[in-house]
C-alpha cells in the first residue's frame, strides 16, 4: 500500500525558519508534490520534485532524497500569512496511463508573532 | 475567470436527496479529479478523468456517480448518502501527464442529515 507521515502540527514565530518533513512507502513513484492550503481555502501547488536535491522558490524550498524515501519543505523569513496546512503528496503510477497524487495527513503551521 | 469553480459551496441533503456538484475549469486542462476531504484525514482521491474518460475510481462507493460531459465539466452525482459522507469534496484539474501540479477549486461543503 501507499503510506505517508508528516507531522501533524509546527509552530514558529515570524521570521524564522521552518522545515517540514515527509517519509513516503509507495510503489511506482514518481515525484514529491507539496500543496499549502489556508483554513477554508482551496489546496494550492507551492512545489514539486521528481529528481533528489534542492529545489528553491523564493522563500519556500523542496528537498528529495528517492534513496530515503524522505523529503522536505522549508520555509524562510516566515510571515503571518504563511499560518496553514501543508501537504506533500507523492506522484505514482495509476491505474491507466494517468498517474496519481496520494496526500499526506498535513502539517499545520501556526507563525506566531 | 476563476481557474476552477465549484458550485454550490454548500450543500445540506437528506440521506434520500438526489443532488449533483458541479465542476469546471477554465484552464485548458485535459485532466480533472475529485476529491473528499475529512477532518484529521488526507485527500482521499474518488475519481481522475483523462480526456473525458474515467482512468480512475478508488473503491468509492455506488453512492457517487461521476459524469465528465466534456474537457471543460466534470459532475458528482449524489444519490442515497450517508452521514459519514459529509465532508469538503474538492475538484481540480491538471494538463495530462502533469498530476504533480494541480489546480483545485475552492470545493463543496457537503452536509448529510
Known amino acids: 500500500g501507499q503510506s505517508l507521515e508528516q507531522p501533524s502540527e509546527v509552530t514558529a514565530v515570524e521570521g524564522a525558519i521552518v522545515q517540514i518533513n515527509c517519509t513516503y512507502q509507495?510503489?511506482?513513484?514518481?515525484?514529491l508534490s507539496w500543496y499549502q492550503q489556508h483554513d477554508g481555502g482551496a489546496p494550492t501547488f507551492l512545489s514539486y520534485n521528481a529528481l533528489d536535491g534542492l529545489e528553491e522558490t523564493g522563500r519556500f524550498s523542496s528537498f528529495l532524497s528517492r534513496s530515503d524515501s524522505y523529503g522536505y519543505l522549508l520555509l524562510q523569513e516566515l510571515q503571518m500569512k504563511d499560518s496553514a496546512s501543508y501537504f506533500c503528496a507523492v506522484r505514482v503510477r495509476g491505474d491507466g496511463a494517468t498517474n496519481k497524487l496520494i496526500f499526506g495527513t498535513g502539517t499545520l503551521l501556526a507563525v506566531q508573532p | 475567470e476563476t481557474g476552477v469553480t465549484q458550485t454550490p459551496r454548500h450543500l445540506v441533503m437528506g440521506m434520500t436527496n438526489k443532488k449533483s456538484l458541479k465542476c469546471e475549469q477554465h484552464?485548458?486542462?485535459?485532466?480533472m479529479y475529485w476529491y473528499k476531504q475529512s477532518a484529521k484525514k488526507p485527500l482521499e482521491l474518488m475519481f481522475v478523468?483523462?480526456?473525458?474518460?474515467?482512468?480512475e475510481n478508488n473503491s468509492v462507493p455506488s453512492r457517487f456517480s461521476p459524469e465528465c460531459p466534456n474537457s471543460s465539466h466534470l459532475f458528482l452525482h449524489l444519490h442515497t448518502l450517508q452521514p459519514e459522507d459529509s465532508a469538503l469534496y474538492l475538484c481540480a484539474s491538471s494538463p495530462r501527464g502533469a498530476e504533480a501540479e494541480q489546480y483545485f477549486g475552492p470545493g463543496t461543503r457537503l452536509t448529510v442529515t
Open positions: 478523468y483523462s480526456l473525458e474518460e474515467r482512468v
Open positions: 509507495t510503489s511506482g513513484f514518481y515525484g
Open positions: 484552464l485548458g486542462h485535459n485532466a
